[in-house]
């Protein structure tokens, strides 16, 4: 089972439009959370970070977490064609433990 | 400059082979971690280390073996190169538990 599950996609969004990606986790002790975005054949990048319930926001980012549903989720407003990426949740949870997602792909039209 | 280097970028290998991919960071960061990620498996841990007295294996450590040298350098080497371990390999970082890491430019390996 894995621990960080998160649809493959193509999730294909129109620019200008909200692209909403999602994560659940299964590990309860998960305390950090993560969100970095991956261009093909290159390494992933940072976008946002979170560790309490509620929403952050930066810039066209927003993170949202639930503990007590074990999700998390990232909305990119005003997208881009340069969005396009494969976006990877991570969580953190026991002793040095970080587990990535498979990642999902988004699209955005032009 | 890149916080955190990988050398080669890119290597091509015959099988039996040794190889050692090498990875440096200049953003003091004690906690260093080799991944590789392969096309629908995502990234999966080989091995990881607190500092230099500190090495640990991850989920696929078989048949890779790492050297911390310093803080700031940790090597992943390939004592015998088979095809499957064909992949793109990371070096990433972090400053301690529960902190975000920050991921080197990545090796694409192929072994032939």
């Known amino acids: 089972q894995k621990e960080v599950e998160q649809n493959s996609g193509p999730l294909s969004v129109p620019e200008g439009a909200i692209a909403s990606l999602n994560c659940t986790y299964s590990d309860r002790g998960s305390q950090s959370f993560f969100w970095y975005r991956q261009y093909s054949g290159k390494s992933p990048e940072l976008i946002m970070s979170?560790?309490?319930?509620g929403d952050k926001e930066d810039g066209r980012f927003t993170a949202q977490l639930n503990k007590a549903s074990q999700y998390v989720s990232l909305l990119i407003r005003d997208s881009q064609p340069s969005d396009s990426a494969t976006y990877l949740c991570?969580?953190?949870?026991?002793?040095?433990?970080?587990?990535f997602g498979t990642g999902t792909k988004l699209q955005v039209i032009p | 400059d890149a916080d955190v280097t990988q050398t080669p970028r890119n290597r091509i290998t015959k099988t039996g082979k040794r190889i050692m991919l090498e990875c440096s960071q200049t953003?003091?960061?004690?906690?260093m971690y080799w991944y590789r990620q392969d096309p629908g498996l995502g990234l999966r841990l080989i091995y990881y280390s607190f500092d230099v007295k500190d090495i640990n294996k991850g989920e696929i450590s078989d048949g890779y073996s790492v050297s911390r040298q310093a803080q700031a350098k940790f090597s992943l080497s390939l004592e015998s190169a088979i095809p499957n371990q064909t992949a793109l390999y990371f070096c990433?970082?972090?400053?301690?538990?529960?902190?975000?890491?920050?991921f080197g430019p990545g090796t694409r390996l192929t072994v032939t």
């Open positions: 953003k003091g960061h004690d906690r």
């Open positions: 990433a970082t972090s400053l301690g538990i529960g902190y975000e890491q920050y």
């Open positions: 991570a969580s953190s949870g026991g002793y040095q433990k970080v587990t």
């Open positions: 979170i560790y309490s319930n």
